[in-house]
């Protein structure tokens, strides 16, 4: 009988005990609110944050979250991060206001599309609500936006522990209910 998934983070923004980054200046504003960890871009460019999670990569693990876009630009992306190490090394998965998506690796800065932009039926689109997630079984990583799934990619290794949201050029976009779980084998 297989093993039961076990929950190794859980974060739902009722406050702000683990201590994520809350900034508010000309550039940013980055705040715990009691509807999620709303991240503003107001200047344009690239902001993240993220968390150190201990999930073990020879394990099966799904990383899941909500997200919310409140306002801005449609064109631009904002999502889910993982196996980051800094902001030159990490994996993304983002989705767009009118509704596309991408998944990527960076390394060394350098961006490699994985899963090249597509428009799927399961995004919600402008300012709505979806949830992203991320899932290992054996050797592959799987991909869903709102449990419909959009593609699929061998495993790699990840570049650091950190896990998070990120948010690119001028938008407005509130994070939720970020759950890590693992299965053993």
């Known amino acids: 009988m297989p093993n039961a998934p076990t929950t190794i983070f859980e974060e739902h923004f009722n406050n702000n005990n683990r201590g994520w980054p809350e900034i508010s200046n000309n550039n940013a504003q980055f705040a715990v609110t009691n509807n999620g960890y709303v991240i503003e871009s107001r200047t344009g460019g690239w902001w993240f944050a993220s968390k150190p999670i201990a999930i073990n990569q020879d394990e099966d693990f799904k990383i899941e979250c909500s997200l919310k876009k409140i306002v801005g630009v449609d064109n631009f992306g904002y999502g889910l991060i993982w196996g980051l190490k800094n902001d030159k090394n990490y994996y993304h998965f983002v989705i767009t206001g009118e509704g596309r998506f991408v998944i990527s690796r960076v390394r060394e800065g350098n961006i490699t599309d994985i899963i090249p ?69």
Do not use: M, Y
């Open 117 to 185: 932009w597509a428009t799927p039926n399961s995004i919600n689109r402008f300012n709505s609500t979806n949830k992203l997630t991320v899932e290992k079984k054996g050797d592959k990583l799987q991909f869903f936006i709102n449990d419909s799934f959009v593609g699929k990619i061998k495993f790699e290794p990840f570049f650091g522990n950190r896990v998070g949201f990120s948010v690119w050029n001028k938008q407005t976009i509130s994070f939720n209910d970020l759950i890590v779980t693992t299965h053993s084998k």
